[in-house]
């Protein structure tokens, strides 16, 4: 969801990233042409990005996020715990991932 905190501490530690590691650090916002509004039960009403199903490609130059969404994506099957930034991130179990450099 918008506001998500998708990039780790490091590539070993899977603990977010916060301000006082990266003060640059940009929270996550959908595109507003790809955003949806989806009501949880325990969270309420979350907006964030909504990607349909079919092929997407993500395309952007260095260091621009694109490696950062493809991991939440990947993890976006399994439960998280809250605080974890991730925790509103989900993906459909039958999705796969293509990676092309």
């Keep these: 969801g918008n506001g998500s905190v998708l990039p780790r501490k490091s590539g070993v530690d899977d603990r ?22 989806i009501d949880l ?28 969404l493809l991991q939440a994506l990947q993890v976006g099957v399994y439960d998280k715990v809250k605080g974890d930034g991730r925790e509103l991130v989900s993906c459909d179990p039958a999705a796969v991932k293509i990676r092309a450099e």
């Design 41 to 68: 039960p325990h969270a309420g009403t979350v907006r964030g990005m909504g990607i349909k199903k079919g092929i997407s490609l993500i395309i952007g130059g260095g260091f621009h996020g694109k490696s950062t």
């Design 16 to 37: 977010p990233m916060t301000k006082a590691d990266e003060p640059n650090l940009v929270l996550f916002a959908s595109p507003a042409t790809m955003e949806v509004s």
